[in-house]
């Protein structure tokens, strides 16, 4: 066997740390192992024995960047277990809240990790050298969404603001009114920034993905919703396990998430929710998707960068017209009564559906829990795109193969310690 091996310490501009192994014979690839060898961070286990209010709190540490995902999706299960919804101004707060960290996520990934892909630069510190404007009018757009996510959460990082039934304390409405201006400023550069993004040039690949969302019947679903899918999905929460499972694979920290009963990939994330909530978007948003070049349905991973542009475009859009009706609620809290049950919660985190299930005694003490966060969800359908990129380029240069598949990986904005839940790349040619 001929082996080539192209080795890169880590993969930069991504979360976390992974490897992949191609083989490939006569021209075909027999084998993609897109491996996850992060520790595993066993906050499952670490919630069992906890009170239901910690887990708020607890599965905030999952991740820096998007732990308002992991907090919703906990509080909502509780919630369901406690029979109550928060609603009204409070739900509004949750989902400006959300749009923060869709900001300041969207933010980061498009144009400080994956627009030097597009523009031939090693890192957005190189890229701004020739880009200085865009990249300091990319660092105030994401302080928008940290601003955003401190006023209501309480701090940038790990909010510590949010709780099984709302909120500890409500922002006042002049601590949000003082955000009007930026985020006026923010749709207007965003508009802008996806106009730029259509512009850019998109290697060729074209991938027919089982796209899984969540939907509501009024709004681009955010926070809140259904679970569907291609094919005619359409569940509650409460029953993914029924419809979705997840296989251990001994090169990998994370377990691939596939659909029941034909065991098949599916893509989570902006993509699939573009492609299945098109039309829930604001008409600003669908106008500027239009004008840069994106289809009605998206089968190019490579233009997720310009799906993230309308993503962030329509948050803020969203959070000026949460600030703008905002009152101060009269309590900050739903009052609820612990008890014993199973409940599941679902929020749409900026890579995709972040999907949490919990067992509580008459105590109020978790006995089990279960999370399934966006990128191992996605790890399949990474592998997938990965050897379709690959196939056709097996006789390019290694570094130039490299960068392509490097790039390929940075489609997703993947998540990898979230999913033990870089880049290692040995190409290997059978005889």
């Known amino acids: 066997m001929t082996t080539t091996t192209i080795h890169v310490g880590a993969l930069a501009r991504v979360e976390g740390e992974g490897s992949l192994t191609l083989t490939h014979a006569g021209g075909k690839i027999t084998e993609v192992a897109f491996g996850i060898f ?8 670490f919630l069992r024995g906890r009170r239901m209010e910690e887990a708020v709190d607890i599965t905030a540490r999952i991740c820096g960047i ?40 969207h933010a980061l990934h498009v144009f400080m990790l994956h627009l030097p892909d597009f523009l031939g630069y090693q890192s957005a510190i190189h890229m701004a050298a020739d880009h200085a404007d865009l990249v300091k009018k990319a660092l105030r757009l994401k302080k928008i969404g940290n601003d955003v996510m401190r006023i209501v ?32 400023w923010g749709r207007a550069f965003a508009e802008e920034a996806v106009a730029f993004l259509g512009g850019l040039s998109f290697p060729d690949l074209t991938t027919a993905y089982r796209c899984v969302a969540l939907a509501c019947d009024d709004e681009y679903a955010i926070d809140r919703g259904r679970i569907v899918g291609d094919g005619g999905l359409d569940i509650d929460v409460a029953d993914y396990e029924a419809h ?14 596939v659909t029941l009963p034909d065991e098949t990939p599916y893509l989570v994330g902006p993509v699939a929710r573009y492609n299945l909530n098109r039309a829930k978007l604001s008409p600003t948003a669908r106008a500027a998707a239009e004008r840069a070049g994106l289809p009605e349905r998206v089968t190019n991973p490579f233009m997720s960068i310009v799906v993230r542009g309308v ?63 966006p990128t191992s969800q996605n790890q ?52």
């Not at 992060?38 to 286990?45: G, L």
């Not at 995902?69 to 909502?76: F, K, V």
């Not at 959460?153 to 002049?174: D, L, M, Q, T, W």
């Not at 790039?407 to 290692?424: E, K, V």
């Open 244 to 257: 979705f499972a997840e296989r251990h694979v001994k090169r990998s920290n994370a377990l691939h998430s």
């Open 66 to 105: 998007c732990p308002i995902a992991y907090q919703m999706s906990a509080a909502q299960a509780m919630e369901r277990i406690v029979g109550i919804e928060v609603d009204g101004v409070l739900r509004d707060l949750r989902r400006l809240i959300y749009c923060g960290e869709w900001i300041e996520s």
């Open 153 to 184: 959460g309480g701090r940038e990082i790990h909010p510590v603001n949010n709780r099984v039934g709302g909120f500890y304390k409500a922002p006042s409405r002049s601590a949000l009114t003082a955000l009007a201006g930026e985020l006026a």
């Open 311 to 373: 993503e962030l475009l329509y948050a803020l859009e969203e959070a000026e017209r949460i600030v703008a009706g905002y009152r101060p609620p009269k309590t900050a809290t739903i009052p609820y009564e612990v008890r014993a049950g199973r409940g599941a919660g679902c929020t749409e985190a900026p890579r995709g559906i972040c999907w949490h299930r919990y067992d509580v005694d008459a105590d109020g003490i978790i006995t089990d829990a279960r999370i399934v966060p």
């Open 380 to 431: 399949l359908s990474i592998e997938e795109d990965l050897r379709r990129f690959a196939e056709p380029r097996l006789g390019w240069e290694k570094e130039k193969l490299t960068r392509g598949l490097e790039q390929t990986i940075r489609n997703y904005d993947p998540c990898i310690s979230c999913a033990t839940h870089f880049l290692d790349l040995t190409i290997r040619e059978a005889p």
């Open 38 to 45: 992060e520790p595993p961070r066993f906050f499952e286990a």
